[in-house]
């Protein structure tokens, strides 16, 4: 009779213990996804200052309208999103809204994140609440007024900004599609690489057209497959070698941002992914326009 008792109770105990176990191994393998997406974002380059603990902010970039400096995204509940439920994290990647209802500016570049799946953003989450947490306040940003009013960017999204997740072409390829999600919502390559008008907005008809006035000023080149001023004359392989080693088919190096860029992420995606990417970028319509001339 005895025996008999304990057979429910240790069926519900190796039951407990097995939907532990699966759900430790959802967890881990989200996490993993999550640092490979994590990766493909940018995130290490512009969240960790120089010589600072990783993605504990405190990155300085310099823009026409001041300097802003990155937050703190480790887990720390203090001074990092360790406090953040993933319905904050998700209206702050996908909206540009932090978790007291302020916007953010977009310099943080949730006009592009705002593609990003749920369970992508999720898996995101999940990867950054996996490391140990830095405890580092936030520096202030050295914006002046007026352009230092959160409340002014309501009307700023309201111009310039379209949220939604990414939507695949359905008359296009997988890898073209795949090219597109990495291209436009994780990489935000527009970002750097399109001219900005004098409101910080990318400038509609110039996307991946290069401009001199990059992150802390520095020249971006475009990587439209124009032959003369783009990267026509390149092939799949040389775009997927630079996205790889950082060097160009002159064998040249990248420097500046996009050697963090390819050091701190874009070396780690995988090759069906980097030749996506490349599909997509010479898959794009050629634009005429040398940045080092305007």
């Known amino acids: ?10 069926a519900a105990l190796a039951l407990t213990l097995l939907t532990r176990a699966i759900t430790a191994a959802a967890n ?8 490979y997406l994590v990766r493909a974002g940018g995130c290490f380059s512009c969240h960790t200052a120089p010589g600072g603990e990783a993605l504990a902010g405190g990155r300085a970039l310099a823009t026409p309208f001041g300097t802003f400096y990155s937050p703190n995204i480790t887990p720390d509940p203090a001074t990092g999103i360790g406090r953040w439920t993933g319905a904050q ?6 909206e540009g809204i932090r978790p007291d209802g302020a916007n953010y500016f977009p310099v943080f570049p949730y006009t592009s994140f ?3 799946t749920e369970d992508d953003a999720l898996a995101m989450k999940a990867y950054l609440f996996s490391l140990p947490a ?14 230092s009013w959160r409340f002014l960017q309501t009307g700023w999204k309201l111009l310039f900004f379209t949220p939604g997740p990414f939507q695949p072409i359905p008359d296009r390829s ?5 090219g597109a999600y990495l291209v436009n919502a994780f990489g935000h390559c527009g970002e750097c690489h399109t001219p900005r008008n004098l409101l910080g907005a990318t400038r509609s008809g110039w996307r991946l057209a290069g401009t001199p006035d990059g992150p802390d000023g520095q020249l971006v080149p475009n990587i439209t497959p124009d032959p003369a001023t783009g990267i026509g004359k390149w092939d799949k392989d040389d775009v997927v070698e630079l996205l790889r080693t950082g060097m160009t088919p002159e064998r040249s190096k990248v420097k500046g941002a996009m050697r963090e860029v390819v050091e701190d992420g874009l070396k780690y995606l995988n ?11 010479l898959a794009q319509p050629p634009i005429v326009h040398d940045p080092a001339k305007h």
């Open 134 to 147: 830095v405890h580092q306040q936030n520096r202030p940003h050295d914006v002046a007024l007026p352009f």
């Open 174 to 178: 997988d890898a073209y599609n795949r």
């Open 271 to 281: 090759d069906g992914d980097l030749k996506a990417i490349a599909d997509y970028l």
């Open 28 to 35: 881990e393998g989200a996490a993993a996804h999550g640092e």
């Open 114 to 116: 705002t593609r990003i």
């Open 1 to 10: 009779m005895l025996a008999f008792q304990w057979r429910p109770i240790a």
């Open 89 to 94: 994290f998700l209206r702050a990647l996908r």
